[in-house]
């Protein structure tokens, strides 16, 4: 490539363009470099790169996940029947009866006692979350007082 001159802005005087200042004033030629650019990877090249991170994904979310937690174990009678009395918003009149522990996957027959001596039937379960679920069975079965 030839050597071409250029002038100073400030004094004119002759400046070969690979000169960084002007030899008589000092003036500083501030060129901008020729823009680069930067060399594009090959489509097979992004996708590798995109299986690559793909895969290390997968292996980071089947790495840290946790086992599923374990079912609750079974609710004694007498606790279930004094949960199931909160539950229910019973108050000091009314009270609860079941007739064994409450276990996750089955359902246990319980009773509502009505301070009037009425009854109501309940199948109560229990959750995965070891909460007790209510089911009145349709139609509502209440049997009178005696």
């Known amino acids: 490539m030839p050597v071409t001159t250029a002038s100073c802005p400030r004094c004119g005087t002759a400046a070969a363009d690979e000169t960084a200042r002007c030899g008589e004033c000092g003036f500083v030629f501030f060129e901008l470099p020729p823009r680069r650019s930067l060399p594009r990877p ?25 086992s599923p937690p374990e079912p609750p174990g079974p ?3 007498a606790l279930a029947e004094a949960r199931l009395a909160r539950q ?4 000091p009149a009314a009270a609860v009866r079941c007739t064994g522990p409450i276990r996750s996957g089955r359902s246990t027959r319980c009773q509502f ?8 039937l309940m199948l109560v379960t229990l959750s995965r ?7 009145v069975p349709y139609p509502a079965q209440r049997r009178p007082g005696r």
Do not use: F
């Open 75 to 77: 609710v004694p009678a």
């Open 88 to 91: 229910l918003d019973a108050g």
């Open 42 to 66: 090959s489509p097979a090249w992004a996708a590798i790169a995109l299986l690559v991170l793909a895969g290390g994904v997968a292996a980071v979310v089947v790495l840290t996940r946790d």
């Open 113 to 120: 006692l009505y301070p009037d001596g009425d009854t109501q």
């Open 129 to 135: 979350r070891g909460e007790l679920d209510i089911d």
